[in-house]
C-alpha cells in the first residue's frame, strides 16, 4: 500500500497525478502470484542480490483491503493498481489479460501500473500492453538499477544493458509510458557510476525514475556484502546524493519515488532506512537550503 508524495521543488508522481485526474490518487500495491526469470532457471536463480523472498512487494496485498483503509484517509481518491512484486509480465499472455482487466473492474480504480523486466516483454505481452494503454491510464516500470555491466553481473541482474534499450524503444514505439527504476549505492560504484546512469536513462523516451537507497535486507545474497564490500551512506551524505542527482534530471520527467521502503524486521542496514518522512523532509530542506530544484543543471 503506497501513498505517492507530493514536492515542491521536483516533479512528483503524486503532483503530476493531482493535476491530471483533479484528485488525490494513490498506487495500491499488489502480489499477483507471478515469479521471475531470474528465480526460476530460466535466466538465473535466486533473484538479484538486494531482492527480498517477496520480489520487492513487501507491502503488497489484496485491493478490497487497501481500498476498504485507504477510503477513509482519502473518501474521493482515486487508484492505481501497481503490480509489483516480482516480474507481472512474466506469464501466459491470457493469465495477464484476466488479472490487469479484473483488477481494473474495481470502482475508482483509473489506471495501472506494471513492474517487469526488460527482457519479459515478448510481442504478445507488447500487444497486450498496447490494448491496455487505449483504455486505461498506463504505466510501465523497468528495473535496470545500473547501467554498468560489471555491476549488473555482481547484482546477477541476468541481462544486459541492450535488452533495456530495446524495451525502452519496444514501449516507446507504442506510446506507453516508462518508468525506469535505479539504485544508488550498488556495490563498488561511485557517484560518478551512479550519475552515468541517470544521465543515461534521461537522455531516454521516459516517463519517470525510480531513486532507490540501496537497503540490506535479512535472508538476501547482499546481506553478505554487508558490512566489508558495501559503503552505507549516512542519512545526509544520501540527501546530499538524492538532491544532487535530482538537479540533473529535465524537468519533464516525473520523479515516482526517492528512497527505498523496507519493512523493520528484516531491514539489515541501513539503520535509517525506514524514517522516509524524515528523507523526504530533508531532502526539501536541502533544496530549499541550495535554492535549487528539479532539472537546474540542465538549464
Request: with cysteine; charged share 35%; aromatic share 8%.
Given at each position: 500500500m503506497v501513498s505517492d508524495f507530493d514536492h515542491p521543488y521536483f516533479n512528483s508522481i503524486g503532483s503530476y497525478l493531482k493535476k491530471k485526474f483533479g484528485c488525490k490518487v494513490i498506487k495500491l500495491s499488489l502480489d499477483a502470484g507471478f515469479t521471475c526469470p531470474n528465480r526460476d532457471g530460466t535466466k538465473g536463480n535466486g533473484g538479484c542480490i538486494f531482492c527480498s523472498a517477496e520480489g520487492s512487494g513487501d507491502f503488497a496485498s489484496d485491493i478490497p483491503g487497501?481500498?476498504?483503509?485507504?477510503?477513509?484517509?482519502?473518501?474521493?481518491?482515486?487508484y492505481i493498481a501497481y503490480f509489483q512484486s516480482h516480474t507481472n509480465t512474466y506469464a501466459p499472455v491470457e493469465v495477464l489479460r484476466e488479472k490487469f482487466n479484473h483488477a481494473l473492474e474495481y470502482p475508482d480504480v483509473i489506471g495501472i501500473a506494471i513492474a517487469t523486466r526488460p527482457d519479459c516483454l515478448s510481442q504478445e505481452v507488447l500487444d497486450l500492453l498496447s490494448e491496455l494503454n487505449r483504455h486505461t491510464f498506463l504505466w510501465v516500470e523497468l528495473g535496470l538499477q545500473t547501467?554498468?555491466?560489471k555491476t549488473a553481473e555482481l547484482i546477477n541482474r541476468c541481462y544486459p544493458l541492450s535488452v533495456f534499450d530495446q524495451a525502452i524503444s519496444d514501449l516507446s514505439a507504442r506510446k506507453i509510458k516508462t518508468v525506469v527504476h535505479l539504485i544508488l549505492g550498488l556495490p563498488g560504484e561511485t557517484r560518478e557510476d551512479m550519475f552515468d546512469s541517470v544521465n543515461y536513462v534521461c537522455n531516454k523516451d521516459i516517463f519517470g525514475i525510480k531513486l532507490h537507497l540501496m537497503n540490506v535486507l535479512k535472508d538476501t545474497k547482499l546481506a553478505e556484502f554487508y558490512p566489508d564490500r558495501i559503503h552505507i551512506p549516512e542519512k545526509e551524505e544520501y540527501i546530499n546524493l538524492v538532491v544532487d542527482a535530482l538537479e540533473i534530471i529535465p524537468k519533464h520527467i516525473t520523479i515516482h519515488r526517492v528512497t527505498a521502503d523496507a519493512p523493520r524486521h528484516l531491514l539489515i542496514a541501513p539503520?535509517?532506512?525506514?524514517?522516509?518522512?524524515?528523507i523526504l523532509n530533508g531532502i526539501q530542506k536541502e533544496f530549499k537550503t541550495r535554492g535549487s530544484y528539479q532539472g537546474i543543471h540542465l538549464e
Open positions: 487497501q481500498i476498504r483503509l485507504l477510503s477513509k484517509k482519502w473518501p474521493s481518491g482515486k547501467i554498468h555491466e539503520s535509517w532506512g525506514c524514517e522516509k518522512r524524515t
